[in-house]
Nanobody, 118 residues
Framework: QVQLVESGGGLVQPGGSLRLSCAASGRLFGINPMGWYRQVPGKERELVASITRIGTTNYANSVKGRFTISRDNAKNTVFLQMNNLKPEDTAVYYC????????????WGQGTQVTVSS
């Protein structure tokens, strides 16, 4: 079983920064694609950023230029550096990991709350 644990969320003023971390543990083999999603009550979960096995990144248009996703493969950890935070960024942020090739399984963390005051 794979476990994902997020940390780094909290309360920040508009324009501030936060750095989220997600550590994966369990039955992991090789490097896995990982990503960050966020969800606001009443809305569907949306992709914020993702990173592939070779380090290729993808971002939602709303966070481009402000957020940066990175990973430490040796520690099976993914980070999300969030700068110039806006009230619209307020959400629960979830870490995800994709396992497998022919058959894939997506694992999720418990989520960490990010609140940007307005």
């Amino acid at each position: 079983q794979v476990q994902l644990v997020e940390s780094g969320g909290g309360l920040v003023q508009p324009g501030g920064s936060l750095r989220l971390s997600c550590a994966a543990s369990g039955r992991l083999f090789g490097i896995n694609p990982m990503g960050w999603y966020r969800q606001v009550p009443g809305k569907e979960r949306e992709l914020v950023a993702s990173i592939t096995r070779i380090g290729t990144t993808n971002y939602a248009n709303s966070v481009k230029g402000r957020f940066t996703i990175s990973r430490d493969n040796a520690k099976n950890t993914v980070f999300l550096q969030m700068n110039n935070l806006k009230p619209e960024d307020t959400a629960v942020y979830y870490c995800s990991l994709q396992s497998g090739i022919t058959t894939t399984t997506t694992y999720w963390g418990q989520g960490t709350q990010v609140t940007v005051s307005s």
